[in-house]
């Protein structure tokens, strides 16, 4: 029962064009989401959060948006640059209590910009 | 400053051998999480440890597997008698302790160690 889902094994994007990866969850005790980057033979690397509390949050080129009643949050990359070809992991948690600990990921969406 | 450092990056372990994963954590970091990676999917978390403690092992599979972080040294993963169904990637993460210490303030990954069962 996968509790956190990314339906696009994988997207390629133009350079320059914007990047919009997209995730589900289905569990309603997820108040926390992250996404991160991954390279190949590397471990992952925390990009941005979103809290429930919120429904946007901007870090330079990189938005996450979080749409709670779909459950549903995307993960914005613009413009979108070649160094941004990785794999990108949603990853969710409960902010406190039980489990807050423990970070339930989605398969992972292999980004390809081409130059 | 030093990341989480896990060693060995890979790993060849024949069916029936121990595999030992060692995690360092980072300076000042005294919360250390294992996840799993199986072949085309996400990462699975194992298990969680403070110093000493082991808080929740509810990811670990029952039997073969444990873990362990010691006052002094590494955290280590160990898997005794492997499988080829243990072949996966193994991260580690760790996060500050105290107040805000949880997974979910953005810990830290390893580049993980690759195990191999032939």
């Known amino acids: 029962d996968q509790q956190v889902k990314q339906n696009s094994p994988s997207l390629s994007v133009q350079e320059g064009r914007i990047s919009i990866l997209n995730c589900d969850y289905t569990?309603?005790?997820?108040?926390?989401f992250l996404w991160y980057k991954k390279y190949p033979a590397e471990g992952p690397t925390f990009l941005i959060s979103?809290?429930?509390?919120?429904d946007k949050n901007e870090d330079g080129r990189f938005t996450v948006f979080l749409n709670k009643s779909a459950k549903h949050l995307s993960l914005h990359i613009v413009p979108s640059q070649p160094g941004d070809s990785a794999v990108y992991f949603c990853a969710a948690s409960p902010r406190s209590g039980a489990g807050s600990y423990q970070l339930t990921f989605g398969k992972g969406t292999k980004l390809s910009v081409i130059p | 400053n030093a990341g989480v450092m896990q060693n060995p990056r890979h790993l060849v372990r024949r069916r029936g051998q121990e595999a030992r994963l060692r995690c360092s954590p980072m300076?000042?970091?005294?919360?250390v999480y294992w996840y799993r990676q199986l072949p085309e999917e996400g990462l699975k978390f194992m298990v969680y440890?403070?110093?000493?403690?082991?808080?929740?092992e509810s990811g670990m599979p029952k039997e073969r597997f444990s873990a362990e972080f010691p006052k002094e040294g590494p955290s280590i993963l160990r898997i005794q008698q492997v499988v080829r169904g243990d072949s996966a990637a193994y991260f580690c993460?760790?996060?500050?302790?105290?107040?805000?210490?949880?997974?979910?303030?953005?810990?830290?990954f390893g580049q993980g160690t690759r195990l191999t069962v032939v």
């Open positions: 993460a760790s996060s500050p302790g105290g107040a805000g210490g949880g997974m979910n303030t953005e810990a830290f």
């Open positions: 569990n309603s005790m997820f108040d926390y």
């Open positions: 440890l403070q110093k000493e403690n082991i808080i929740d």
């Open positions: 300076k000042g970091h005294s919360h």
């Open positions: 979103i809290s429930s509390i919120k």
